[in-house]
C-alpha cells in the first residue's frame, strides 16, 4: 500500500523547502507591509502551506479537469488573470473580476461585497461554484483527495488525520495558508516612504504621491499609514460603476434578492448567477438599501500589473482608471476636481511606483 512513500517523502520535503524559500522570500518582500501571523518559516505551517500550494494548482479539483485557482489567479500575472470577467468550467462566464491574491491575507473580508469574513471559507466558495471549479458539492472534493495518495500523505502531515478524517475546513485552511505568504511589498514607494531613500521614485512618481494624499483625495480610501501602507479602508463604497445600467431595474432586483435570501439560497450561487444581481454590491449581504452598489476597497498596491479595473473589469487602463475615480470624486464633493493633464500623470506614476519586484518574479517560482 506505501510502495510509494519515499518518493512522497522526497515530494514532501521538497514541497516544504520551496515553502520556507517561498516564506524567506515573502520576508524580504514585506517592507511597507503590516505585520503579519506566523508564516510558513514554522514547521507546521509549512506543511499547511505546502499543501495549500498543490491544491491551489490543482485543476482536478474540478467539474471538467481545468480549471484550478490559479486559472484566475495567475501568478505571472500578479494572482489576476487579465479578464475583465473570470472564467470557469465550460468556458462559463463570471460576474466579477478576479481580484489579486497579493497581500490577501491583510483583507478584512473577502470577494468584492465582502461576503465571506476569512480566507479560510472563502477558499471553498469556488470549488462548489457552478460558473468556477463546478464541482457537484464538498464531497465530490473530498471524493478526489481521499484518492490520491499523495495527497492522503499531505493531509496526514499538515494535519494528523487519516483519509476519512480529512473535511473541506482542512482544505479552506491549506489554501489561506498559502494565499497568506503571497506577500508583496518593497515596491519603489516603498523604499522611498519607508525606507528613507529620497531616489527611490521618480519626481512625477513624487509629485503624484503629493496629489494622492492631498488634492485628489485619494488616500481618504486608498490609506496611507505611517509605518506600513495596504492602500484600502477595507470598507465599501460606490464609484456608480455599473449601477446606472441596472437603475431602472432596482425596485425589481432588490426585491428578487431579498426573497432568494429568504429561500436560502446560496449567496455565492446568487452573486455570480446574473450580472445585474451582482451588481447591487454589498447590499446581497446586508440588504441595506444604503449598501446598494458599493463594493471593497481594493488595494492599489501592485496596481499597474492587475487590470482591467473595477469589480467588473470594465475600465481598461490605469490612466482611465484615474479619470473615472476623479471624476466620481468631484461628483461627491458637489464641485469638479479639476487636474492638469500632467497632474494625473503625475498620479500614475505614483501608482506604477506602487508596483513590487518579486509580483513580477511569482511567475517564474
Request: proline share 5%.
Amino acid at each position: 500500500m506505501f510502495s510509494t512513500r519515499i518518493p512522497i517523502v522526497l515530494v514532501l520535503t521538497g514541497i516544504l523547502l520551496t515553502c520556507i524559500a517561498d516564506a524567506m522570500a515573502a520576508e524580504n518582500a514585506a517592507l511597507g507591509l503590516p505585520a503579519i501571523g506566523p508564516t510558513s518559516t514554522n514547521p507546521a505551517q509549512g506543511n499547511i502551506s505546502a499543501l495549500g500550494k498543490k491544491l491551489f494548482f490543482d485543476a482536478r479539483l474540478s467539474r471538467d479537469g481545468t480549471i484550478s485557482c490559479s486559472t484566475c489567479h495567475k501568478p505571472e500575472l500578479a494572482f489576476t488573470d487579465g479578464r475583465s470577467l473570470a472564467k470557469g468550467t465550460a468556458g462559463r462566464i463570471g460576474t466579477r473580476n478576479a481580484p489579486t491574491l497579493l497581500n490577501v491575507g491583510f483583507n478584512t473580508s473577502q470577494f468584492w461585497d465582502g461576503r465571506r469574513q476569512t480566507l479560510e471559507a472563502q477558499a471553498l466558495d469556488p470549488l462548489v461554484n457552478p460558473r468556477e471549479q463546478g464541482l457537484s458539492d464538498d464531497e465530490a472534493l473530498l471524493t478526489i483527495i481521499r484518492h490520491d495518495q499523495e495527497y492522503v500523505e499531505l493531509f496526514r502531515n499538515a494535519f494528523s488525520v487519516e483519509p476519512a478524517g480529512i473535511r473541506p475546513e482542512h482544505v479552506g485552511r491549506a489554501l489561506a495558508s498559502f494565499e497568506r505568504i503571497l506577500l508583496a511589498g518593497d515596491s519603489p514607494f516603498d523604499r522611498f516612504q519607508f525606507g528613507g531613500d529620497s531616489k527611490a521614485i521618480p519626481a512625477d512618481a513624487q509629485r503624484g504621491l503629493l496629489l494622492f494624499e492631498g488634492r485628489a483625495g485619494c488616500a481618504s480610501c486608498h490609506i496611507v499609514g505611517k509605518e506600513s501602507a495596504l492602500f484600502t479602508d477595507n470598507d465599501f463604497h460606490s464609484v456608480n460603476v455599473g449601477l446606472q445600467r441596472i437603475a431602472p431595474r432596482l425596485a425589481e432586483l432588490t426585491t428578487r434578492l431579498v426573497k432568494a435570501r429568504q429561500a436560502g439560497t446560496s449567496l455565492d450561487q446568487t452573486v455570480l448567477s446574473e450580472e445585474d444581481l451582482a451588481e447591487l454590491g454589498r447590499f446581497v449581504v446586508t440588504l441595506k438599501p444604503a449598501d446598494i452598489g458599493k463594493f471593497r476597497t481594493p488595494s492599489l498596491r501592485n496596481v499597474a500589473l492587475t487590470g482591467p479595473y473595477m469589480h467588473d473589469g470594465s475600465v481598461a487602463s490605469l490612466k482611465d482608471a484615474v479619470e473615472m475615480e476623479l471624476y466620481n470624486r468631484g461628483a461627491d464633493m458637489g464641485r469638479p476636481l479639476i487636474l492638469t493633464p500632467q497632474e494625473k500623470g503625475d498620479i500614475v506614476a505614483f501608482l506604477e511606483s506602487l508596483t513590487s519586484p518579486i509580483a513580477k518574479d511569482f511567475g517564474a517560482r
